[in-house]
């Protein structure tokens, strides 16, 4: 089966301007969470979504938000970008929160280049 | 709130076991992670320990001891396709969150 889908893989954006990355999960999967991959910081949790509802949100301004479909898909959005929000988004979907090891599965990431 | 520690590098040989070892503190606990990542390329799950002791599973083995918040994943008969970033993460107790580690990057050399 397909696994977590991730668009767009590259993209180049100049500070001040917005950037939406869209993510679909593996099919049957309800649980979607978005982090960010930087060099210094490793991965740090933006987000996590369920059932259209966020569940949890990581230390992250306002201006990174998100949103879940009712088919599961997810959208992150960052405003007002800065020259730091440039790193690898990576978004990761499992079945369902609360079911035993609950594994995330990683998409290939969108990477975020600011100029 | 949560902090993970583990070596930033590890270098090994082809054929040999090396241990990468990770430590944990945290408000709550409810297991850990082990996740390989190639550059460029997303983590994979390699495996979840939630009680105490080792879980193997081929080449690969993690230990867990909750007493001590520390865990470490086994690498035996290293190959190169072994060189890669692992990444050490614990969910905390009441979410699915995962709070990862920087990861360790091993270098296997011939």
């Known amino acids: 089966k397909a696994g977590v889908t991730q668009t767009p893989r590259y993209l180049i954006k100049t500070r001040g301007q917005q950037v939406t990355l869209s993510c679909s999960p593996i099919?049957?999967?309800?649980?979607v969470s978005w982090y960010q991959q930087t060099p210094g910081q490793g991965l740090q949790f933006l987000f996590e979504?369920?059932?259209?509802?966020?569940?949890n949100k990581g230390n992250f301004p306002g201006r990174f938000s998100g949103r879940q479909f009712s088919n599961s898909r997810s959208e992150m959005n960052v405003s007002t970008l800065e020259l730091g929000d440039s790193a690898l988004y990576l978004c990761?979907?499992?079945?369902?929160?609360?079911?035993?090891?609950?594994?995330?599965?990683f998409g290939a990431g969108s990477r975020l280049t600011v100029l | 709130g949560q902090n993970i520690d583990q070596p930033t590098e590890m270098t090994a040989t082809e054929g040999a076991i090396v241990q990468i070892n990770c430590t944990y503190q945290t408000s709550g606990f409810n297991g850990l992670f082990w996740y390989q990542q190639h550059a460029g390329e997303a983590p994979t799950f390699l495996s979840y320990?939630?009680?105490?002791g080792l879980e193997e599973k081929g080449r690969f083995s993690s230990f867990l001891s909750r007493s001590k918040g520390y865990s470490y994943l086994l690498l035996k008969e290293l190959q190169m396709k072994d060189s890669a970033s692992y990444l050490c993460a614990v969910r905390d107790r009441g979410y699915s969150t995962l709070t990862f580690g920087k990861g360790t990057m091993l270098l296997v050399s011939p």
């Open positions: 979504y369920f059932s259209e509802t966020q569940r």
């Open positions: 990761a979907s499992s079945l369902a929160p609360s079911l035993g090891a609950n594994v995330l599965t």
């Open positions: 320990n939630v009680l105490d």
């Open positions: 099919s049957g999967h309800r649980s």
